[in-house]
């Protein structure tokens, strides 16, 4: 059975930055699209950023060039990188590898939390 576990997050002041790091093991790790999800309290779990095999990239609207997503095939990790942190950025962040064909699982990490506050 696949995992995901990531690590990074943590209390951070508005306007810094956390880097947060997901390792996968037991999966077709290049094969998937890789991503990073967040939910709030009260609210519903969305798309933060995701990067394909290919190295392509998609992020919310909301991430306006503060974040970047970035994957290491041969470690088998991929990152976000968080700059310009802003309270609303507060949530559980959850790694998740989408598989490329409908009979492969999906995977979902355990979940990250981040708080931006002074």
């Known amino acids: 059975q696949g995992q995901l576990v990531e690590s990074g997050g943590g209390l951070v002041q508005p306007g810094g930055s956390l880097r947060l790091s997901c390792v996968a093991s037991?999966?077709?790790?290049?094969?998937?699209?890789m991503g990073w999800y967040r939910q709030a309290p009260g609210k519903q779990r969305e798309l933060v950023a995701k990067i394909t095999s290919g190295g392509s990239t998609n992020y919310g609207d909301f991430v306006n060039g503060r974040f970047t997503i970035s994957r290491n095939n041969t470690k088998k990790t991929v990152s976000l990188q968080m700059d310009s942190l802003k309270p609303e950025d507060t949530a559980v962040y959850y790694c998740?590898?989408?598989?490329?064909?409908?009979?492969?699982?999906?995977?979902w990490g355990q979940g990250t939390q981040v708080t931006v506050s002074s």
């Open positions: 037991r999966i077709g790790f290049s094969f998937y699209t």
């Open positions: 998740n590898a989408d598989p490329p064909v409908s009979g492969w699982n999906p995977y």
